[in-house]
């Protein structure tokens, strides 16, 4: 029993290295050998561990890259080069609501994605083959997980160094094999799991429940999961007395919990922008006294935080504006405004809908007489098309764009999922991924995470340690609320 709801019962920790190695054969029947050995054991209190490998061969390579594309770490000058180079080679056709070209593709990557690539490196210090292995060809593995974080059975993804794995309760079906043969790397390790990732973020959401309802006052807490060591680690701002209850997770078998105390974490989001100036764009004209007309909708613009994507209702097919679920928490309206690219055109967007208290931290507006895009904003005056959606990974490099910052940041996923807590009287919140750097402000909850034309999370800000984290709720929780992300 897990909160209340009855689970199923598990047999011990199980992990299974799989080698997806590239060749040629037809991906719907790959070829499988069954060879002596075995994977290492996860973490010591594994229960046990599997004694044979699985050789899967693959299908795809990847293509050579352009010679103009920058190698090793990215100076200033050089990113201004490839910048300037982009422009040159794939400036998007007259008409097309968007900067680049977005049919073009070099070396089998998007122009999106190159960009994306570059500027990663850049921001990050980075080389660009570390940013290749854990960015840009990570949103094969991103991709793909999107399409089975609903599915039982699934406990995510991530990395050991640049070598990607997946996580499956149990055996892991044969199509999704398959489809880890399309990914471009030479290797996948899969392990296999006694639980699925309903199972783990079920039993925070359960540790998070206990301790805010035991523990003193405005204690914040955080609970993390670890698919990889089937464990929760426990974070809270000041220690628990001996008169305090641990939590225990009512699963067979129980989930390890690590305890720590850290005194700078916050349950606190990054509302509405208290930023009057910035380096790169004059401060907006007040909004007209007079009735608007239509406008485009989309991510990335000013929204007194930031809209995120354009969402679609999966019955209806009613199209609202995503943001983050606290910045629809003040008043029945919030005003919307363009970039400067787009005239600043405004609109006032009203009835939100939120999922924040106890909840998730993201809800949308409605976009009454205007009209809503599959397109979003990157970077500052820069627009791209949303052609898919992606489920962050452990050790995955992603980006984002928020309107007070007015600028494209990078940062790596830390922990996929956390619950929170500012304490019995603050709400909770679930199910936020977690990034290893801070890159943004106030104001800039709402925007979009994403790498190339691939939509991930909107910003939530919440949940974070002092100057140290950003944190996003990923699109792949819309659909339990029958949205998704629009696309192209």
Request: aromatic share 10%; glycine share 10%.
């Amino acid at each position: 029993m897990v909160g209340g709801v009855m689970t199923r019962r598990r047999r011990g920790f199980l992990a299974v290295a799989m080698l997806l190695v590239l060749g040629l054969v037809n991906p719907t029947a790959p070829s499988v050998s069954h060879e002596p050995g075995g994977a290492a054991p996860l973490s010591a209190d594994s229960v046990a561990y599997a004694t044979s490998a699985h050789v899967v061969t693959g299908i795809i390579g990847r293509q050579s890259l352009p010679d103009w594309l920058p190698s090793g770490r990215v100076s200033q000058k050089e990113l201004e080069a490839f910048e300037a180079e982009l422009v040159a080679r794939a400036s998007a056709p007259e008409g097309v609501d968007v900067t680049y070209d977005p049919d073009l593709s070099f070396g089998g990557l998007s122009v999106a994605a190159l960009e994306d690539t570059v500027f990663a490196a850049y921001d990050l210090g980075l080389s660009v083959e570390e940013v290749l292995e854990r960015g840009t060809y990570a949103n094969d593995l991103g991709t793909l997980a999107a399409t089975w974080e609903s599915r039982p059975g699934y406990a995510g993804w991530g990395f050991d160094g640049s070598v990607p794995y997946v996580i499956w309760e149990g055996e892991i079906p044969r199509d999704v094999t398959s489809e880890l043969a399309t990914a471009r790397y030479p290797m996948v390790q899969v392990y296999t799991s006694n639980f699925d990732l309903a199972d783990m973020e079920a039993a925070s959401a359960a540790v998070l429940d206990q301790l805010t309802s035991s523990v003193n006052g405005d204690r914040v807490v955080f609970v993390d999961i670890d698919p990889r060591g089937a464990k929760l680690s426990v974070t809270t701002s000041a220690p628990l007395s001996a008169a305090e209850p641990r939590a225990v997770t009512q699963t067979d078998p129980a989930f390890r919990i690590e305890y720590s105390v850290q005194g700078d974490i916050q349950y606190s989001p990054e509302r509405e922008s208290q930023v009057s100036d910035h380096t790169k764009a004059p401060p907006l004209p007040a909004p007209s006294a007079v009735p608007l007309a239509p406008i485009a909708l989309r991510g990335g613009a000013s929204f007194k935080c930031t809209s995120g994507f354009t969402i679609v209702n999966m019955s209806s097919g009613t199209k609202r504006l995503a943001t983050a679920g606290h910045c629809a928490t003040h008043g029945a309206s919030r005003p919307y405004r363009n970039h400067p690219v787009d005239d600043n055109s405004s609109a006032t967007l009203y009835s939100p809908i939120t999922y924040w208290d106890n909840g998730y931290d993201w809800g949308h507006y409605a976009t009454g007489i205007n009209n809503a895009l599959a397109t979003y904003y990157y970077d500052y005056n820069a627009k791209r098309y949303v052609k898919g959606v992606g489920s962050p990974g452990h050790g995955q490099i992603l980006s984002v764009f928020g309107w007070a910052t007015r600028a494209r940041k990078s940062a790596i996923v830390s922990v996929f999922s956390r619950s929170c807590s500012g304490g019995a009287d603050d709400g909770k919140t679930h199910a936020l991924t977690v990034m290893d750097r801070h890159k943004t402000q106030s104001g800039d909850s709402g925007g979009p995470w994403f790498t190339s034309t691939h939509a991930y999370g909107v910003h939530s800000g919440t949940c974070t340690e002092t100057g140290g984290t950003n944190s996003f709720t990923r699109v792949g929780i819309f659909p339990s609320r029958g949205w998704r992300v629009l696309t192209q």
